[in-house]
Each structure stands twice: as structure tokens, then as C-alpha cells.
């Protein structure tokens, strides 16, 4: 599916992969994850990706099975490197209100990457 650069339009899109996940015999912590980290992946190519830029669109594939989730979103931004993103854990970074998006999508999903532009980011759930 293609949306707009829309909080509103990214809010149905989690929906429906949710909607999706219902279907199956996920745990509470599995749904709980799959929502955590598609609303920052979604919100981090909105933000950071399109920038707020409404003539830009979000590519959104996902494959919803009784074994595992795998979700891609691709923005059109012009990318960034996921290694040089500074670790929020860090006391110069605690106070600042962002910057925690990648890190909990590390935490919660079983595996997350991104493509080489860094525009990109799949990521896979697996039903424990």
C-alpha cells in the first residue's frame, strides 16, 4: 500500500496491519511490539524521511502469518545511516524528547534492517 506523509493516514495503515495480526494467535507482548514499532517506523518516515512533506508518499508491504510478521516501509527522503544515530541511553542524550524510535524497534522486533540509502527499514516479529 502507498499513503501520504499523514499521521491520520499512518494511524489506519497500523490499524490494518493490526487487524491483520488479530486474525492469528499473537500474545499480548507480540501485538504490543508489532504496534510499538510500526507507529515509530511510520512516524520516524513521516518526521525524519519525507520531513512533513505532503507531496511525498510512504511505501508500506507487510506479510501477516500464524509464524511471524514482516513489515517494510520505504520513505522518500533522502535516507540517513542508522550506525551514526545517537544512543539515547546516553546521559547528554536522556532529556531530549526524541531520538528513541530505532532503538525501541531494535528492542521489540526479532530482526530489523535497513536498506543501504537508509530509507528503508524491515522489520519481522515472530509469534512466540
Same mark, same amino acid.
Given at each position: ?13 497500523? @490499524? ?7 486474525? =492469528? ?6 501485538? &504490543? ?16 524521511? *519525507?520531513?512533513? +512533506? ?7 508491504? &507487510?506479510?501477516?502469518? #500464524? ?7 520505504? +520513505? @522518500?527522503?533522502?535516507? &540517513? *545511516?542508522?550506525?551514526?544515530? #545517537? ?22 522486533? +526479532? ?10 527499514? =524491515? ?6
Amino acid at each position: 500500500m502507498v499513503i501520504p506523509s499523514e499521521l491520520d493516514a499512518a494511524q489506519k495503515a497500523e @490499524q490494518e496491519i493490526l487487524g491483520e495480526v488479530a486474525k =492469528h494467535a499473537y500474545s499480548e507482548a507480540c501485538v &504490543f511490539a508489532i504496534k510499538l514499532a510500526v507507529e515509530e517506523a511510520l512516524n520516524n518516515a513521516i518526521k525524519h524521511g *519525507n520531513r512533513f +512533506d505532503s507531496s511525498k508518499t510512504i511505501s508500506l508491504t &507487510f506479510r501477516v502469518g #500464524p509464524a511471524e510478521t514482516a513489515v517494510t516501509i520505504t +520513505d @522518500q527522503g533522502s535516507g &540517513f *545511516n542508522p550506525g551514526v544515530v #545517537p544512543d539515547p541511553t546516553k546521559e547528554e542524550n536522556l532529556q531530549k524528547p526524541t531520538g528513541r524510535g530505532i532503538m525501541l524497534m531494535r528492542a521489540y522486533m +526479532d530482526e530489523v534492517r535497513f536498506n543501504e540509502k537508509g530509507n528503508q527499514v =524491515h522489520m519481522v516479529k515472530r509469534n512466540t
